[in-house]
C-alpha cells in the first residue's frame, strides 16, 4: 500500500519536471508561425456536414506569383507537424521560403478542427463517427474549394503525407472531377494499400481486441484523452514501456539512440484520432484492398448493396502523382507503394524510393529529411 503511494508521488514529480522541461511542447500552429516571424492566418471552413474545420496559411510574400499549395498531415498529427521542427527542417518553412502560398490543412478531429455547428465533441458520440472516408469525401473538397476561391486560382499543387495521402486517393476515387483541381499530387508515404506492413502487432489479434474495448466502453477517440496523457509521460519515464506502447498504437519503436526523438514525437506530436478511423486502417491492414469502411455483412448490404465494402477505385485519379517511400518505414513498405503507383498507371509520374534511414515519423522529424526529400520534392514540384 505504501510502496504504491510512494510510487504516486514519485510520478507526480516526475510529470512536473517534464512539464518544466517541455515549456514549447504544445504551441499551436498559428503561435509556432508568429514565433518565427512568418505572417500568418486561420480560415474556417465549414463543411456540408457541419464540421468547423481551420486551415493554416501561410501568407505569401507580395511580389511572388501566386502558387497556392494544400498540405494534408498524417493520422494521429495535425498541421503544426509541418512546422513545428523549426524553420530550417519543416515542409511549411521550406515550401514559404520558395515563394509558395501555404495553406495547411487540418482533418475533421484534430485539436483545431475539433468543432460543430450542432454536435459536442464531448457530449456527442455522433461527433466521432467518421473515418478518412469521410475526410476524403467532404472534408479534402471543401478545403481545395476554399483556398482556389480565396486565392482565385484554377488548381493547386498538393502535398501529402501518409493519412494525407490516402484521403487525396479517396477524394479522386470518389469526386474525379476534383482532378482538374490539383495540379500535382506531391506523396510521402503514399498509403492506400497495407497489407504488406512490416510492423507487427497492427493488424492482428490484439489490435482487435483493443477496438472492441473502446467500442464497449464508448470510446470513441484513440488513444483516448486520459489515457494518452499518461502514456505522453510513460514516455518520458521508461524507454521500453513507451516503445511497446508505440508500436501497438503506432506502429512505431525506435532504438536507445534515437529515443528522444520518439519521446518528442509523442510529446509535441500525437493527437487523438476516432476509433472508426484507426478502425477502419486495421480493415485495410487485414484484408489488403482499399475499401469503404466495414461495417460487417449485414449492415454492408444496407449501406452498400453489397455484402463487402466498395474498393476505391485508383485508376480514377489523373492528376500526376510522385510518390516517395522508404525501405525502413515499417508502415508503407515497397511492395504497397509500387502496387499503388501500378494502379495509378499513366497518373503514377515518379516512385521514388529516398536513400537513407527513414521511418514513419522522420518524412516529418527526421534530421536530414530537408536533403534526403525535401529538396527534391520541391525540385519536382516546380516543374507544374
Ligand atoms: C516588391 O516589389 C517592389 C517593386 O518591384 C519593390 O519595391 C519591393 O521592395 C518588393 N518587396 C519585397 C518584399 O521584395
Ligand atoms: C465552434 O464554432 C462555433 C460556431 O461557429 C463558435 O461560436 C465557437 O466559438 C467554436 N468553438 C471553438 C472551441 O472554437
Ligand atoms: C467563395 O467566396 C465568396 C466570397 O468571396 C463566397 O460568397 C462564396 O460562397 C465562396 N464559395 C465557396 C464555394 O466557398
Ligand atoms: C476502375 O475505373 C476504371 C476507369 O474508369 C474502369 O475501367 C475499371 O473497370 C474500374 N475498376 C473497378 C474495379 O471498378
Ligand atoms: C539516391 O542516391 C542515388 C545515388 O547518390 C541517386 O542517384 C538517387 O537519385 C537518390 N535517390 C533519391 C530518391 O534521392
Not at 498524417?74 to 507537424?81: H, N
Not at 519503436?253 to 509535441?268: A, G, I, P, R, W
Amino acid at each position: 500500500m505504501i510502496h504504491r503511494q510512494v510510487l504516486g508521488v514519485c510520478f507526480f514529480i516526475h510529470l512536473f519536471r517534464v512539464f518544466a522541461d517541455k515549456e514549447n511542447a504544445h504551441l499551436t500552429t498559428p503561435q509556432i508561425l508568429t514565433k518565427h516571424g512568418y505572417p500568418n492566418e486561420v480560415h474556417h471552413v465549414t463543411t456540408s456536414d457541419g464540421y468547423i474545420l481551420a486551415l493554416h496559411r501561410i501568407l505569401p510574400d507580395k511580389n511572388t506569383t501566386h502558387k497556392p499549395v494544400l498540405v494534408l498531415h498524417g493520422l494521429f498529427v495535425e498541421s503544426s507537424s509541418f512546422v513545428s521542427t523549426g524553420v530550417k527542417n519543416g515542409l511549411g518553412f521550406l515550401l514559404a521560403d520558395e515563394g509558395y502560398d501555404i495553406w495547411l490543412g487540418n482533418v475533421r478531429g484534430t485539436p483545431s478542427s475539433c468543432n460543430h455547428t450542432t454536435l459536442h465533441p464531448n457530449r456527442d458520440p455522433k461527433f466521432w463517427d467518421f473515418s478518412w472516408h469521410e475526410m476524403g469525401t467532404i472534408d479534402l473538397p471543401a478545403m481545395v474549394d476554399h483556398v482556389l476561391n480565396v486565392t482565385h486560382q484554377a488548381s493547386l499543387h498538393y502535398v501529402g503525407y501518409s493519412q494525407g495521402t490516402t484521403i487525396f486517393f479517396v477524394m479522386m476515387a470518389t469526386h474525379p472531377t476534383y482532378n482538374a483541381k490539383i495540379k500535382v499530387h506531391m506523396a510521402m508515404a503514399p498509403v492506400a494499400y497495407l497489407g504488406h506492413m512490416k510492423s507487427v502487432p497492427f493488424g492482428t489479434t490484439w489490435n482487435n481486441i483493443l477496438n472492441l474495448w473502446f467500442k464497449v466502453f464508448k470510446i470513441n477517440q484513440v488513444p483516448p484523452n486520459n489515457l494518452f496523457f499518461v502514456l505522453r509521460r510513460v514516455c518520458s519515464f521508461s524507454f521500453k514501456l513507451c516503445n511497446l506502447v508505440s508500436m501497438s498504437i503506432f506502429g512505431y519503436k525506435t532504438n536507445q539512440e534515437d529515443s528522444n526523438t520518439l519521446t518528442y514525437f509523442l510529446t509535441h506530436f500525437v493527437v487523438p484520432v476516432s476509433r472508426k478511423q484507426g478502425h477502419h486502417y486495421m480493415q485495410i491492414i487485414k484484408s489488403g484492398y482499399f475499401r469503404r469502411y466495414d461495417f460487417g455483412r449485414r449492415k454492408n448490404e444496407e449501406m452498400y448493396g453489397s455484402s463487402n465494402p466498395p474498393s476505391y477505385n485508383l485508376s480514377l485519379v489523373t492528376t500526376k502523382c510522385h510518390l516517395f517511400y522508404s525501405r525502413d518505414d515499417l508502415l508503407v513498405s515497397e511492395v504497397d507503394a509500387a502496387r499503388v503507383c501500378k494502379e495509378l498507371g499513366g497518373a503514377c509520374a515518379s516512385s521514388n524510393l529516398v536513400n537513407g534511414t527513414i521511418k514513419h515519423p522522420d518524412w516529418l522529424i527526421g534530421n536530414r529529411i530537408g536533403e534526403l526529400v525535401y529538396s527534391k520534392l520541391l525540385n519536382i514540384m516546380a516543374d507544374y
